[in-house]
């Protein structure tokens, strides 16, 4: 499988913005697939995850009740709904596929620029 995500951008603090990974090719049913960001000079940190098949979503602590993570199987695509996005959301955004959430063993899309500024 390989991933695309796309939709990021230049915005202001307290906008929205709706990220996509497109994946092509057979996403099998026990993958995860998830976000992830990392921010000039910081470790690349998780934002959420959804399963392919299945309704559990997992969200990190800064995102909770700001981002919704979501899926279309029937597009092979995992959306990303970031709303009253803040300057320290700014950062690459990478989508990533992977087993039961093993994400050492993940198949990881380019990276999607935001930033959030004034």
């Known amino acids: 499988v390989q991933l695309q995500a796309s939709g990021g951008g230049l915005v202001q603090p307290g906008d929205s913005l709706r990220l996509s990974c497109a994946a092509s090719g057979r996403i099998v049913s026990n993958y995860w697939v998830g976000w992830f960001r990392q921010a000039p000079g910081k470790e690349r940190e998780f934002v959420a995850s959804?399963?392919?098949?299945?309704?559990?979503?997992y969200y990190a602590d800064s995102v909770k009740g700001r981002f919704t993570i979501s899926r279309d199987n029937a597009k092979n695509t995992v959306y990303l709904q970031m709303n009253s996005l803040r300057p320290e959301d700014t950062a690459v955004y990478y989508c990533a596929a992977a087993p039961s959430m093993a994400w050492d063993k993940a198949v990881w899309g380019q990276g999607t620029q935001v930033t959030v500024s004034s």
């Open positions: 959804i399963p392919w098949s299945g309704y559990t979503t």
